[in-house]
């Protein structure tokens, strides 16, 4: 199996089926800096990314924005001074979908380049 890191995600349907609980935990083994978090009953995946000022935290948004852009699946992003917390879920299903697995893995690429 290919690492998330490396994966593109897939067009995602309405129908669209949410990951499983056995899903859920085998793939929070590669992102393990995420949380789940459940927020009015929709299952998300939070990371906050701490910076050295606003400009860096700024600089950081900015390519999770580009990442998203790329692959048409976005998330919320909060940015403050010195810290980004970005946070995946899949509106078309409510919850989550294993492309917000890819997109997390791949937003933790972004800290590297
Ligand atoms: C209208 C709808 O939001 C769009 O079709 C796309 C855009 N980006 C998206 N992003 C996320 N996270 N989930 C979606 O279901 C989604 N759908």
Do not use: Y
Request: charged fraction near 25%.
């Amino acid at each position: 199996m290919t690492q998330l890191a490396q994966q593109q995600c897939e067009a995602c349907r309405a129908d669209a089926p949410k990951v499983s609980d056995a899903e859920l935990a085998e793939l929070m083994t590669q992102i393990p800096d995420w949380t789940p978090q459940a927020r009015d009953g929709v299952l998300q995946l939070e990371r906050e990314f701490t910076f050295k000022n606003f400009k860096q935290a700024w600089a950081f948004a900015d390519k999770v924005a580009e990442l998203a852009e790329s692959e048409f699946h976005h998330p919320a992003i909060l940015l403050e001074w010195g810290k980004v917390t970005v946070t995946w879920w899949t509106h078309a299903i409510n919850g989550l979908h294993r492309n917000d697995f890819i997109m997390a893995a791949r937003t933790d690429t972004l800290l590297a380049n």
